[in-house]
């Protein structure tokens, strides 16, 4: 209707053809990709500005991280979107069709897999904040987690490249499948080690600055990483384990402990009268009732051993620390001595005794 109006000298000019397409086609194609493109930039201002108003007035994450992940795409992003819907209303050689096609393509998944990846961390990573917040091995964790999804995700897109360049993937498919097994089968070792640092995680039985005790050995965390947990020694040195060795083993868990149940036991000489030794249950209850921070549980004469008059003491430190353990046991054997020398008994020590008889 418009060209009807138009002087013929100009309808002449927009009915040229320039590489199989008028004049006049070109310029539609010019409108489409200025209105596609000015379309996708005022709906990208339009959502950008309701997620940032609802950022502003909510507290949580998910919002901050959806505002984000729109200002990552970019201007470049648009445009190319732009070119390829405009580049539809012109007739192309079957060849530049193609490539615009497969470059499209390209493109758009290789900007999806990244825009995965971001999601998947963020997800990832509040998963692993809600189960244990400020945990060093849910870093852990999700850092390794991370790098299996991002490798699963770029091995989808470039199977998906594939399947649009016309490429049978189905083979391919097969193929990863029969490699997979075999990898699986040449590596379980390795596999096991990553399952097992997974349910590290999950089951928590210990953590990053954890003191813990494995058979003879005994130190504290480091890392928890994707095969290995290295652990400091008390002497220094680092000591690695296979996670598979430690989710089989009885892990003695110091970290977690409460408060301390100490046992202690002494001896005094048997030649210790019985006045003297039914004083001495009580003057323990007395010397440990003393201390603060320490719940006194019982003291008996327990046994009558080899060279002893054994005793046995049961009390608990209200505090897992090590070192306030040691200053308890040490002023309790300290006020022990004081009474016993004030008492005249003596502790007993490996002794023997001969008794010799003279026959006529």
Same mark, same amino acid.
């Given at each position: ?103 499209? $393509? @390209?493109?758009?998944?290789? #900007?999806? %897999? +990244? /825009?995965?990846?971001? =999601?998947? !961390? ?18 852990? $964790? @999700?850092?390794?987690?991370? #790098?299996? %999804? +991002? /490798?699963?995700?770029? =091995?989808? !897109? ?203």
């Amino acid at each position: 209707m418009l060209s009807s109006v138009l002087p013929d000298g100009v309808r002449e000019m927009l009915g040229h053809v320039y590489f199989g397409n008028s004049v006049k086609t070109y310029l539609i194609a010019c409108g489409a990709f200025l209105g596609a493109l000015l379309l996708l930039r005022l709906l990208r201002w339009a959502v950008l500005s309701r997620l940032q108003a609802w950022a502003k007035r909510t507290e949580t994450l998910v919002d901050d991280f959806l505002v984000g992940l729109l200002k990552h795409l970019g201007p470049l992003f648009y445009l190319l979107i732009a070119i390829y819907l405009s580049s539809g209303i012109l007739t192309l050689p079957s060849g530049l069709e193609r490539a615009i096609q497969i470059f499209f $393509v @390209v493109v758009l998944t290789f #900007k999806a %897999v +990244r /825009v995965l990846q971001e =999601v998947s !961390g963020f997800f990832l990573k509040r998963w692993a904040d809600r189960a244990q917040p400020e945990d060093p091995t849910s870093a852990v $964790v @999700v850092e390794n987690l991370s #790098k299996v %999804v +991002r /490798v699963f995700l770029w =091995v989808a !897109g470039v199977i998906f490249i594939l399947d649009n360049l016309g490429i049978n993937v189905t083979s391919i498919i097969a193929g990863l499948g029969i490699g997979g097994i075999a990898v699986a089968l040449a590596a379980q070792a390795v596999l096991g080690d990553a399952f097992s640092a997974f349910a590290i995680f999950m089951d928590k039985p210990f953590r990053v600055g954890d003191f813990v005790i494995v058979g003879d050995l005994l130190g504290t965390v480091e890392h928890i990483g994707f095969k290995t947990t290295r652990v400091r020694s008390l002497w220094g040195e680092e000591v690695v384990f296979s996670n598979t060795d430690l989710t089989n083993s009885r892990i003695k868990n110091y970290k977690q402990m409460q408060l301390r149940r100490i046992i202690f036991k002494f001896g005094v000489t048997y030649q210790t009268p019985l006045t003297k030794l039914k004083q001495i249950p009580k003057l323990v209850e007395a010397i440990i009732k003393e201390i603060e921070g320490v719940e006194f549980m019982r003291a008996h004469f327990k046994a009558f051993g080899d060279y002893s008059l054994d005793f046995e003491a049961l009390y608990t430190v209200l505090s897992p620390d090590y070192n306030r353990y040691m200053d308890v046991q040490q002023q309790i054997n300290f006020r022990l001595a004081e009474e016993f020398q004030k008492l005249g008994v003596e502790f007993a020590y490996p002794t023997q005794t001969l008794f010799v008889s003279k026959q006529d």
